[in-house]
């Protein structure tokens, strides 16, 4: 693998003809939309002359077609015939700890209380999403972590089992953990506490900075720590916004709304100390869009990503 540019499926294409009508308008299925997204990807890959691998994150939008035998067989058809890498972001239902469980319960629709769901539960899920992965070519895969606090920590370690481990070294898959939306400054929505529990892991596991997840309700940033994750992350989800709320923007998008300043200033971080101080060589940069966008915006954040990486 080396660098890696994808565009997230999403959610929102399957109930907002508006956002569908961004990739091109089409029956919403999960087939049809990742065929959509690989045709776009492709295209931008091949339009910037093979600077990079185009790439799409499958996400909880993704999850059923991604675990059933006719939906792996339609994706492995579309990665093989536009040359796709796909990354597996994992429900948030499944984030690891009942504290983090119950905590997405609702906006995951999932009934089961949170208190049944255990360690050997957790780990069960995550086998079958890695062999899901598997069966369709993804050597990538995102999980988010629960919105806690420290003294809950060790609790997480329980259900990340040596069996999930063994399964990640048997598929070649590398499983990257990612900080959370800083809102209400839980433990995990700092680097180095992700840091410490990677340590505790092994190397089958990795880390995803999302900087725009880092820096919503941040009163300052800490450079040091943002040069720490340039330098360890295996994954980056590249979207920016102005602190107030985690707003999923382009490199590069002004909308109204939102300060211009702020958002150049946001950006220029982002910029001179993450993205300026990243290997790109086999790393895996997802543009995380939840809004309808127009594509000469993604060609923009594409530019401006190139650059900064001087891809």
Same mark, same amino acid.
């Given at each position: 693998?080396?660098?890696?540019?994808?565009?997230?499926?999403?959610?929102?294409?399957?109930?907002?003809? +508006?956002?569908? #009508?961004?990739? $091109?308008? *089409?029956?919403?299925?999960?087939?049809? /939309?990742?065929?959509?997204? @690989?045709? !776009?990807?492709?295209?931008?890959?091949?339009?910037?002359?093979?600077?990079?691998?185009?790439?799409?994150?499958?996400?909880?939008?993704?999850?059923?077609?991604?675990?059933?035998?006719?939906?792996?067989?339609?994706?492995?058809?579309?990665?093989?015939?536009?040359?796709?890498?796909?990354?597996?972001?994992?429900?948030?239902? +499944?984030?690891? #700890?009942?504290? $983090?469980? *119950?905590?997405?319960?609702?906006?995951? /629709?999932?009934?089961?209380? @949170?208190? !049944?769901?255990?360690?050997?539960?957790?780990?069960?899920?995550?086998?079958?999403?890695?062999?899901?992965?598997?069966?369709?070519?993804?050597?990538?895969?995102?999980?988010?972590?629960?919105?806690?606090?420290?003294?809950?920590?060790?609790?997480?370690?329980?259900?990340?089992?040596?069996?999930?481990?063994?399964?990640?070294?048997?598929?070649?898959?590398?499983?990257?953990?990612?900080?959370?939306?800083?809102?209400?400054?839980?433990?995990?929505?700092?680097?180095?506490?992700?840091?410490?529990?990677?340590?505790?892991?092994?190397?089958?596991?990795?880390?995803?900075?999302?900087?725009?997840?880092?820096?919503?309700?941040?009163?300052?940033?800490?450079?040091?720590?943002?040069?720490?994750?340039?330098?360890?992350?295996?994954?980056?989800?590249?979207?920016?916004?102005?602190?107030?709320?985690?707003?999923?923007?382009?490199?590069?998008?002004?909308?109204?709304?939102?300060?211009?300043?702020?958002?150049?200033?946001?950006?220029?971080?982002?910029?001179?100390?993450?993205?300026?101080?990243?290997?790109?060589?086999?790393?895996?940069?997802?543009?995380?869009?939840?809004?309808?966008?127009?594509?000469?915006?993604?060609?923009?954040?594409?530019?401006?990503?190139?650059?900064?990486?001087?891809?």
């Amino acid at each position: 693998m080396s660098t890696v540019f994808a565009l997230n499926n999403s959610p929102y294409y399957y109930v907002n003809p +508006l956002m569908l #009508g961004s990739i $091109g308008l *089409t029956v919403p299925t999960t087939a049809r /939309l990742v065929r959509k997204l @690989a045709i !776009l990807m492709r295209s931008l890959a091949d339009a910037n002359d093979g600077a990079f691998l185009p790439g799409i994150q499958l996400g909880v939008e993704s999850d059923r077609a991604l675990r059933s035998a006719s939906g792996q067989r339609a994706l492995s058809s579309i990665r093989e015939e536009y040359d796709v890498s796909y990354i597996v972001h994992f429900p948030d239902y +499944l984030v690891p #700890g009942p504290s $983090g469980h *119950t905590s997405m319960l609702g906006h995951a /629709l999932s009934f089961l209380p @949170a208190h !049944l769901f255990t360690p050997r539960m957790f780990s069960d899920a995550v086998l079958e999403r890695l062999d899901a992965a598997h069966a369709i070519g993804s050597e990538t895969l995102v999980m988010h972590l629960p919105a806690m606090r420290e003294r809950d920590a060790e609790t997480v370690l329980t259900y990340f089992t040596p069996r999930n481990a063994l399964r990640l070294q048997d598929n070649g898959q590398l499983l990257s953990i990612e900080n959370c939306n800083n809102k209400g400054n839980p433990y995990f929505g700092d680097i180095e506490p992700i840091q410490w529990l990677l340590s505790c892991l092994g190397d089958r596991y990795g880390f995803c900075f999302d900087f725009g997840h880092y820096i919503v309700e941040r009163g300052s940033i800490d450079n040091k720590a943002l040069r720490l994750a340039a330098r360890t992350a295996a994954v980056h989800h590249v979207h920016i916004n102005d602190r107030r709320s985690d707003a999923h923007l382009f490199l590069g998008e002004r909308p109204d709304g939102f300060s211009r300043t702020k958002l150049e200033a946001e950006e220029r971080i982002y910029v001179d100390e993450v993205l300026s101080n990243v290997d790109p060589d086999n790393t895996v940069f997802v543009m995380e869009r939840n809004r309808p966008f127009d594509p000469a915006q993604l060609e923009e954040a594409i530019r401006r990503l190139r650059s900064a990486l001087s891809l």
